[in-house]
Structures are given as structure tokens and as C-alpha cells.
């Protein structure tokens, strides 16, 4: 990589808030073609524990619609961050699955039967008791490459009835 390149990347990863993480971008189509498993289910329960030096919450959902993949009647969704005991850490810009929660979920295979949420905040949608389906992005910062380098991206929350969104992205998957 060019001294230019990694200069540029420096700055702006210097411009970015210290309580952020930076992903790339990912619109609906890309959400969608990418996951592995999309599930609309509810948050049953949310364990969290010491991985090496750093606290990993394993969330199980109980799962009430498959849109893409195949899933039993729970998946096991891991996150970072948590609390054990005393000590609690925070992980800008990933997905929070709260018990008791309805959500909808593009999910990443992880291996040992886990999964992650695609992009971070990306990959989760709270389902509101109307019907609406809405991204969290707080903490997330996105960046994309391109030919100058790299740029940093306004996220944009997306916000769908329910009934919508399951319909854009069973299209998405069915091409």
C-alpha cells in the first residue's frame, strides 16, 4: 500500500468518532445476498461470557419465519460485548439483541452452529409493535473503498413495514 493510501486512511480513521466502528456499506440487496440465514424471530435469551480477553453475549433466537437458508426452531446469534459478574464492555456499532425483543436478522455462519449479524448494526432489524422494521446504526461508522480511497458514508437507517421488507427481500433471493 502506498505511504499516500495509508496516510489517507489514517485521517480518516482519526475523523472518526472514538466510539465507532467502521464497516463497509451494505444496502438491502448486498444484506440479503450475502447472509448466509435471514430470520424474523424473538430474542428468548441472551448469555454473556469471557472469550479470551473479551466479553462475547450469545442471544438465542426463537425462530417464527425463515426468508432465506434453513434454521430449527433456534439459532444461536453471537455478539460482542456483554456483561459478567461486575464487568461490562461495549462494542460500538454491533447488533444489540435484548430478550423479549422481535427481531429480523441477516446472519453470517460463524461455525460451531453460531452465527453473526451481517455488518454489525446492519444486520438487525427491531420489529415495533406496528409493524415497522428499523435498523439501530448508532456507533457504526461505514466507509467504503473507492479509486481516490477511501470515503467515509452517511449511514442511513432503513425503516420498512414488515410486510415490505419480507417481500424485497424474498425478490432479492429468489434471483
Do not use: N
Amino acid at each position: 500500500m502506498s505511504v499516500r493510501r495509508v496516510s489517507l486512511l489514517a485521517v480518516l480513521l482519526l475523523a472518526v468518532p472514538a466510539r465507532a466502528s467502521v464497516v463497509e456499506p451494505l444496502d438491502l440487496p448486498a444484506l440479503s445476498r450475502g447472509a448466509d440465514l435471514i430470520v424474523r424471530g424473538q430474542v428468548v435469551r441472551a448469555v454473556s461470557a469471557w472469550d479470551g480477553d473479551h466479553i462475547v453475549t450469545r442471544s438465542t433466537i426463537e425462530v417464527r419465519r425463515v426468508w432465506k437458508g434453513r434454521a430449527g426452531r433456534t439459532v444461536v446469534v453471537r455478539t460482542l460485548g456483554g456483561v459478567v459478574g461486575t464487568i461490562g464492555q461495549k462494542a460500538p456499532g454491533e447488533a444489540s439483541l435484548a430478550p423479549g425483543e422481535e427481531v429480523i436478522l441477516f446472519l453470517e455462519a460463524a461455525g460451531g452452529g453460531e452465527f453473526l449479524p451481517a455488518g454489525m448494526a446492519l444486520g438487525k432489524f427491531a420489529v415495533s409493535g406496528d409493524g415497522w422494521a428499523t435498523q439501530d446504526l448508532a456507533g457504526l461508522t461505514l466507509a467504503r473503498r473507492d479509486a481516490a480511497g477511501v470515503v467515509l458514508v452517511e449511514p442511513r437507517p432503513l425503516r420498512l413495514p414488515v410486510r415490505e421488507l419480507e417481500a424485497r427481500v424474498r425478490r432479492l433471493v429468489a434471483r
